[in-house]
């Protein structure tokens, strides 16, 4: 049986620093080992512009994660955790959203969460934190940088930049949104 080629790599990036928050995402989508789109929008905000999320996984599973996470918040307004864990929850138990593959970092101006469909919410330590193939890159970047005078955008921006060098599965095509 043939084996069919999966989608592959993203890289986000959140950085919390002196009250701002930023999430940072490559703009590059594979195939194998081809690259099918340079400027993919995988960060974007949410709702009334009060939350921003990035996403590493399926394009349409990702929407569908962004859409139910919306109606959570519009369930639950100003508070991202109890949105954040009735979703996953959901994520967790419902059949259907249960086979979904993708993972999301999530914040606002309190706080950042990384979602999972295994149902974890997980707050990251010290502001940063980071998800898909080059993911480990941009965090050990990030995390070096954070006690710089650089703030919290230059931070993502600098370490997305060193994740584009070394993961071949990232690119510079920098997608930035900020609370």
């Known amino acids: 049986m043939a084996q069919i080629e999966q989608w592959h790599g993203t890289t986000i990036l959140t950085v919390r620093k002196n009250g701002k928050v930023v999430i940072a995402g490559d703009g590059q989508v594979s195939l194998g080992q081809t690259v099918i789109k340079s400027n993919a929008r995988k960060v974007r905000p949410l709702g009334t512009g ?21 109606a959570k918040l519009e369930q639950y307004p100003a508070q991202l955790t109890r949105a954040c ?10 059949r259907y959203l249960r086979r979904l593959e993708a993972m999301m970092i999530v914040a606002d101006v309190n706080v950042t969460l990384v979602l999972t469909g295994t149902g974890d919410v997980l707050e990251p330590e010290r502001g940063v934190t980071a998800i898909g193939s080059g993911g480990n890159f941009a965090l050990a970047a990030a995390r070096a940088l ?11 921006r600098k370490a997305m930049a060193i994740a584009a060098e070394i993961c071949v599965y990232t690119n510079g095509n920098v997608t930035v949104e900020s609370l």
């Open 50 to 70: 009060l939350v921003i999320a990035g996403f590493a996984g399926a394009t349409a599973d990702a929407m569908t994660l962004f859409e139910r996470l919306e």
């Open 146 to 156: 954070i006690d710089t005078d650089l703030d919290a955008e230059a931070i993502a």
């Open 85 to 94: 864990v009735e979703m996953a929850k959901d994520w967790r138990t419902d």
